[in-house]
């Protein structure tokens, strides 16, 4: 919502979500659902495309 105020767009969330699934920064149950978050492999994913962030 700030970005779309702001820029007057906003980007979708699923394609950097599915991203950073597929480089592994995703837990998932047998059945593909999301359980939880590598924060390691979050922050290198991100950090890789430029956007530096620290997961507390």
């Known amino acids: ?5 702001r820029d007057g ?3 979708s969330l699923l394609e ?3 991203g950073c699934a597929s480089y592994g920064g995703y ?3 047998g ?6 978050l590598h924060t ?4 290198a994913f991100f950090g890789g495309r430029g956007i530096a962030l620290t997961v507390r």
Do not use: S, T, Y
């Open 40 to 43: 390691e492999v979050f922050e």
């Open 27 to 29: 837990v998932e149950d």
């Open 16 to 18: 950097p979500a599915r």
């Open 9 to 11: 767009h906003a980007p």
């Open 1 to 5: 919502m700030i970005l779309d105020h």
């Open 31 to 36: 059945q593909g659902a999301i359980k939880g």
